[in-house]
């Protein structure tokens, strides 16, 4: 399964940017879907999820800025931030809890990321 974001870039402070993510790949179900961001110098942090039945959750930093999305028919999840703070700054990565299908047949479960996706905050 491979996940490929879009949606990144610079923005000044408060604007708003919409980060995209969509999985492709032999899947038969994706549960939770969600974004995560490692800043410079930083350790990489969740910042929200979104179950399959649509249940968020937000870490305490972006509560009531950031809002995440899906499209269950096209295996696509949705960040949209605004009031954007300098300490946004950072790369952003999708997953995705996938249950997909070998070349034999076979499900495997897995957390797939996708490759990142740089959101730059200026002041």
């Known amino acids: 399964v491979q996940l490929q974001a879009s949606g990144g870039g610079l923005v000044q402070v408060g604007g708003s940017l919409r980060l995209s993510c969509t999985a492709a790949g032999n899947i038969i179900r994706i549960d939770t879907m969600g974004w995560h961001r490692q800043a410079p110098g930083k350790q990489r942090e969740l910042v929200a999820t979104?179950?399959?039945?649509?249940?968020?959750t937000y870490a305490d930093s972006v509560k009531g800025r950031f809002t995440v999305s899906r499209d269950n028919a096209k295996n696509t999840v949705n960040l949209q931030m605004n009031s954007l703070r300098p300490e946004d700054t950072a790369v952003y990565y999708c997953?995705?809890?996938?249950?997909?299908?070998?070349?034999?047949?076979?499900?495997?479960?897995?957390?797939?990321w996708g490759q990142g996706t740089l959101v730059t905050v200026s002041s």
């Open positions: 979104i179950t399959r039945s649509r249940i968020t």
């Open positions: 997953t995705a809890d996938t249950i997909s299908q070998t070349s034999e047949g076979s499900p495997v479960a897995a957390r797939d």
